[in-house]
């Protein structure tokens, strides 16, 4: 009886009535026997009949009917179906308050993430959803429960006899979906979804199974601290390492650089990690193929990092963290310098008009311009400067163009390269 979605959240408001005992805030509702709305802040007395609108999260609360029974009028809670026809209106009598934990408890262990997505869809945005519920303090709960029933579902495709890849794919997706959420991607982990989830897969023959679970693990360490710690902890560099150089699949290989990227983003113990098992070396193999994709998000990656490294070193509280390894001399090691002028020539030939491959390509010679300075082609870069500073005056609102600011990365790289190399492709 409780499998309506909006009575869930009529059933969650109800809540709003038990958080309100510690009693310092006067503003308090003053309800009426007329549906009213709910300032936010407000406190709702208990024993009110209290529902949400779920498209406008608009809370509204009144006085129960005189002819309510009730047994202990103060510890009564009520629940009213938001959106219910004539023909299926319910008792409106409230109901006890061990019920109505019990039919929450019920409706959540119901609460599928195709429902969840069903919401999502069908009320307003999930961060919506997700502060309304929140209010309630039941946001955290809700969210575990769900991710631990994800892990279940998961271990169950994953050891069934016959393998349903579709139905695998998707509970990785709902879990990618959740896990953009900071306080999610730490329950993850608190429910060993590394182990039983991310590294398993990741040796998983198909190849769509392995690209599904690099990008729930790149969405679980963006900018994320509990989960890089644990993805370091329990190995995840090597992990990706092997995985990046012996995978077959370029997909799967760029996915796999993505997710080394997040952990690597300002996490300086995963850095360290990462150049002492060889790190660089793995990724420089990229340049002896002709995947420039791949190559473009290498050095992407590398010149955030070095970047990183320029900020905290200009930093004193930082800079601790980054001095025990100079990230800078390692990349130079790896003749980043060659590489970099070596991709640049391969765009401007395989397509001179893939502008934001040359601007990550530019960018990341910029971040080396002090370092590299003779070691970069002149006469290309110049002619770059050049080509762009035309499509630049070209283009109608020009001081901010794109192809402006292009030319400006070309004229602060010249700034350091004097003298004139050749570079053979
Ligand atoms: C994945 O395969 C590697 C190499 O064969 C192995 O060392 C590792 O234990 C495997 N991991 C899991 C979780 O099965």
């Known amino acids: ?162 393998f349903d890849k579709v139905e695998l794919l998707k509970i990785l997706e709902d879990l990618e979906f959740l896990a953009h959420q900071y306080d999610n991607a730490h329950e993850f982990v608190k429910q060993s979804g590394f182990g039983d989830i991310i590294y398993k897969n990741l040796n998983s023959s198909r190849v769509d199974v392995r690209k599904g679970t690099l990008k729930l693990m790149a969405a679980l360490m963006q900018n994320n601290v509990p989960p890089k710690i644990h993805a370091l902890e329990t190995g995840a560099i090597a992990i990706l390492l092997r995985l990046i150089n012996l995978e077959s699949d370029s997909g799967v290989k760029l996915r796999a650089v993505t997710a080394l990227g997040a952990l690597l983003r300002s996490f300086p113990a995963a850095q360290k990690k990462f150049i002492e098992s060889g790190g660089l070396s793995v990724l420089s193999k990229f340049f002896d193929t002709d995947n420039i994709r791949v190559q473009i998000k290498v050095v992407t990656m590398v010149s955030d990092l070095l970047v990183e490294h320029q900020w905290a070193g200009n930093d004193d509280k930082m800079s601790k963290y980054y001095v025990s390894f100079d990230l800078t001399k390692r990349i130079l090691e790896h003749e980043w310098c060659k590489k970099l002028n070596k991709l640049l020539l391969g765009l401007l030939i395989t397509d001179k008009d893939d502008h934001d491959s040359i601007e990550k390509c530019l960018t990341a010679m910029h971040s080396l311009r002090v370092q590299c300075k003779d070691e970069y082609e002149r006469e290309l870069i110049i002619s770059l400067r050049n080509r762009y500073e035309v499509l630049g005056a070209a283009d109608a609102d020009s001081s901010s163009s794109f192809f402006n600011v292009l030319k400006d990365l070309c004229d602060q790289i010249l700034h350091h390269v004097h003298t004139s190399v050749k570079t053979e492709l």
């Open 1 to 162: 009886m409780f499998q309506k979605l909006s009575v869930f959240l009529v059933l969650v408001s109800v809540f709003l009535i038990r958080c309100d005992e510690d009693e310092d805030n006067n503003d308090i509702f003053v309800p009426t026997k007329e549906w009213q709305g709910v300032k936010k802040g407000q406190k709702i007395p208990k024993g009110l009949h209290v529902r949400i609108n779920l498209e406008t999260g608009q809370t509204e609360a009144k006085l129960l009917d005189d002819d309510d029974k009730l047994e202990d009028k103060t510890k009564a809670l009520s629940a009213i179906p938001e959106d219910t026809r004539q023909e299926e209106t319910p008792s409106q009598s409230p109901i006890p308050k061990s019920t109505l934990e019990e039919a929450v408890k019920n409706l959540k262990n119901d609460f599928s993430p195709e429902e969840f997505k069903k919401i999502k869809n069908q009320y307003r945005t999930y961060d919506d959803i997700k502060k309304s519920l929140n209010e309630l303090n039941l946001t955290p709960k809700l969210d575990a429960e769900v991710i631990a029933d994800l892990i279940k579902n998961h271990k169950e495709v994953a050891s069934a006899e016959k």
